[in-house]
């Protein structure tokens, strides 16, 4: 109802599936989709995109955010 067609709807479950497991992972959503905006259209096997998924990334190859609440 809300994506506009069934594709629209895929495609957001796929997104919100993404950032939902890099947040289990202990990851920041908006540097790991950076980190995979950038990386995938790079990909040449499964291998290397399987590697890109939340839980195989390797965190020191994503830039995170310092934690602000820690000044707080």
């Known amino acids: 109802?809300?994506?506009?067609?069934?594709?629209?709807a895929e495609a957001s479950a796929i997104m919100f599936s993404l950032i939902e497991t890099?947040?289990?992972n202990g990851?920041?959503?908006y540097s790991y989709l950076r980190h995979l905006f950038?990386?995938?259209p790079t990909a040449?096997?499964?291998a290397e995109i399987?590697?890109?998924l939340p839980q195989f990334v390797d965190r020191k190859s994503i830039?995170?955010?310092k934690d602000r609440s820690a000044n707080a």
């Open 1 to 8: 109802m809300f994506a506009g067609s069934p594709g629209g």
């Open 22 to 24: 890099a947040k289990a």
């Open 27 to 29: 990851l920041e959503p």
């Open 38 to 40: 950038t990386q995938l």
């Open 44 to 46: 040449a096997s499964r």
């Open 50 to 52: 399987r590697a890109l």
């Open 63 to 65: 830039h995170q955010p």
